[in-house]
């Protein structure tokens, strides 16, 4: 069984069909790559900070609340829907996302925000093909609040793929014109290569100057390596080894591009539930400067966690 963690993440990486939302807030349960009719999706973190989700029997999501290490609820979003089954509302303490079907296939967004007093208000359009796939998405706010209105664009191969996503190159020159610069075309765009068989085998990701920030390479779908970047130098460079019988991933660090020996070494447990779905990532082992630590019962390290409670 190829392992879920990863699987998750090509699809966070890949997957720009259904409804969308400035925030990227995913409204429906199809979008998250989870087997089974959830009812609530709990996820923490390292810190002890959760995010809980609530679906309908739909599979639409209702509600969206963030709680602090302690247990109490600091943000709740809540996700309305019209009778065809399309996000009608996104709302919370501070902001109100109004979604309005338009011809050609866009939706638009009308966002207004109310925080202390201070009002503001903006709109997004995205623009799908026939095939639901997103093609692009514009901002347009009435006030320079929060920076110059942009457009994304996203490109696709024959069957869907995503090839590009990149910006608008009117929006690369009106904030050279605003910030200064020089800018061109790779100006944080994100670049995906795919084998014969349609799997992705590459991500390439650009930073706000053109230059290369990060590379992953993949092998049958499943993330195996990745550079990292900075300022056009080299930084860090993983390497991921998995055990699908154990369900470990070897995470293998490296200082130089072509190091022979990492120069540290982490190894995660993940524990499935009975539907398949990915419920814990722990650190159980580490080696560093030649030094090996396994861990064991209090001392495991939680990295995420996940409660998932389904529909009968």
Known sequence: MKQLLLLLMFLSLTAVYGQHTSGGYKPFFSQYGLKGKVKKLIEYDEYGLSTRYYFNKKGQLVSCQSYNNKGKKIKEIMFEYANDGKLKKRKSDESLSVFTQLPNNVVQEAVTINISGIKASKTYLYTYDNKGNLLSKERKAKGSYDGINYKEL???????????????????????????????????????????????????????????????????????????????????????????????????????????????????????????????????????????????????????????????
């Open 154 to 312: 996203y490109e696709y191969d024959s069957a869907g793929r995503l090839l590009v996503k990149k910006y608008d190159l009117a929006y690369m020159k009106n904030r050279k014109d605003s910030f200064g610069g020089n800018y061109n075309e790779k100006d944080n765009m994100e670049v995906y290569q795919y084998d014969t068989n349609g799997q992705l085998i590459k991500h390439t990701q650009y930073d706000s100057y053109g230059e290369i920030e990060l590379i992953e390479n993949y092998k049958n779908g499943v993330l195996v390596d990745e550079q990292k970047y900075l300022s056009r130098n080299f930084r860090e460079r993983t390497k991921y080894i998995y055990n699908n019988t154990t369900h470990q991933i070897k995470e293998e660090y490296y200082e130089d591009k072509t190091g022979a020996k990492p120069s540290s070494t982490k190894v995660y447990q993940l524990t499935y539930d009975k539907m398949g779905n990915l419920i814990l990532k722990a650190l159980i082992a580490e080696e560093l400067s030649g030094k090996v630590k396994n861990f064991k019962g209090n001392d495991i390290q939680i990295e995420e966690k996940r409660e998932i409670e389904y529909y009968p």
